[in-house]
């Protein structure tokens, strides 16, 4: 019933009946962390992860990714890096999401070289982490390094989509690699 009236936007009503339930789980903790990202209320994001984590509850995925995302767009570095550390104290595997979502937050707040180490202790990358990466480093003028990736990208079988090849060419473009930029198109 909570995820309805969140699925429906209805935060009000959700918060109201998540104040009166008499136990609340890692899942109905998560529904309100989802209801909350969807409608914009970022601090109630927040809050919601400091309540479960003094509670003691198992933290999920949504949580700490939603928790991430948010630190992304508000920069805050310090909240990132605390779920980073607790990620790894408490040994949570670091899916294909939650990788993204670290990579995504360090980059977001400036911490380049952090995302990079996340980025190659991960041990499976999907298609958009690399994407993510290459175009990321492309807008930060790190021309070598997107060419560097790039051949790793494609040495590992993937097939780059548009926006691989956007990241490239902004790359090359950037610094100047006329000669670079046309042999990969």
């Not at 699925?7 to 918060?15: F, L, P, S």
Request: net charge neutral.
């Amino acid at each position: 019933m909570l995820a309805c009236f969140v699925r429906d936007g209805q935060i009000g009503v959700a918060e109201k009946m998540f104040d009166e339930m008499p136990e609340r789980d890692v899942v109905s903790w998560s529904t309100m962390v989802t209801g909350y990202v969807q409608n914009g209320c970022l601090e109630a994001v927040l809050d919601c992860f400091r309540a479960v984590t003094k509670a003691g509850l198992r933290l999920n995925v949504a949580i700490l990714v939603s928790v991430l995302s948010i630190s992304a767009q508000l920069g805050l570095l310090d909240c990132g890096s605390l779920v980073h550390s607790l990620v790894y104290s408490i040994n949570f595997p670091i899916t294909s999401s939650l990788g993204m979502s670290l990579i995504d937050m360090y980059l977001k707040c400036g911490c380049i070289e952090e995302s990079k180490l996340l980025f190659d202790s991960m041990r499976w990358k999907d298609v958009w982490t690399w994407n993510v990466m290459i175009c990321f480093l492309a807008a930060h003028g790190l021309a070598k390094e997107v060419l560097k990736l790039f051949e790793k990208f494609v040495d590992k079988g993937f097939a780059p989509a548009s926006v691989t090849f956007v990241g490239v060419l902004c790359a090359c473009s950037r610094a100047g690699l006329i000669r670079e930029g046309r042999h990969y198109f």
